[in-house]
């Protein structure tokens, strides 16, 4: 029964579509997370979101919406989607809103722009 | 500007030895690191942290260690196993931010 599960795993696309990840856990955690990994293997912060509220919004182009419903699912939506998009993105969740709170992660979905 | 800084990218050790991944980081504000280990195709999970009151943790094979002093910190995996070849990432947390800053990562070896 996987704990954080993320949809596509794969997820080929051409410049310019809109395309969407979805996230959900069944940790029962109040705080949800998304991250990028990019070629040079950097983890960073992109969202988070605690009790459906937005926490942490690290710098990312408004083209990244991440949508919230219930505490459970934090989607990733993204516009017009560019070449520099291609990347992991890892999606976690934890107990509670501080970073030293362990976090688990789902297995990651890989998108590739062409 | 990384804050948190794994100069090996790769280490390569025989099964029974001592593992030792290093970690420096750059914020004194820095007060809580955490350790999470990668496979591939999967997600991060998380390994074992220490605060920055301490200087050793330990669980088990896996004890991390911590100099303030010199802003560095080490994992020592003791004996080594197959099934402990991953990337291992160091990540520091800075208090109030609410986010973890994350090293490149080391990608771990071992050698049956």
């Known amino acids: 029964d996987t704990a954080v599960s993320q949809t596509p795993k794969y997820l080929v696309t051409q410049m310019g579509n809109d395309k969407s990840i979805k996230c959900e856990q069944n940790?029962?955690?109040?705080?949800m997370y998304w991250y990028k990994q990019d070629s040079k293997k950097f983890l960073k912060i992109m969202f988070s979101?605690?009790?459906?509220?937005?926490?942490i919004n690290e710098t990312v182009p408004n083209r990244f919406s991440p949508k919230s419903p219930d505490k459970a699912h934090l989607n990733l939506h993204i516009n017009s989607l560019e070449l520099g998009d291609s990347a992991v993105y890892f999606c976690?969740?934890?107990?509670?809103?501080?970073?030293?709170?362990?976090?688990?992660f789902g297995p990651g979905t890989r998108l590739t722009v062409l | 500007d990384q804050q948190v800084k794994q100069n090996s990218p790769s280490l390569s050790v025989q099964e029974g030895r001592i593992s030792i991944l290093n970690c420096d980081y750059t914020?004194?504000?820095?007060?809580?690191f955490l350790w999470y280990k990668k496979y591939p195709a999967e997600g991060p999970t998380f390994l074992i942290s220490?605060?920055?009151i301490k200087d050793k943790n330990e669980d088990g094979r896996f004890t991390v260690f911590l100099n303030k002093s010199a802003k560095h910190l080490s994992l020592h995996i003791v004996p080594s196993q197959p099934g402990d070849s991953a990337v291992y990432f160091c990540a520091a947390d800075a208090g109030n931010n609410r986010k973890l800053i994350w090293g490149l990562g080391t990608s771990l070896a071992v050698n049956p």
């Open positions: 914020n004194s504000m820095f007060d809580y």
């Open positions: 940790l029962g955690h109040d705080t």
């Open positions: 979101y605690n009790n459906k509220e937005l926490i």
């Open positions: 220490i605060s920055s």
């Open positions: 976690a969740s934890s107990q509670g809103f501080d970073s030293y709170n362990e976090q688990f």
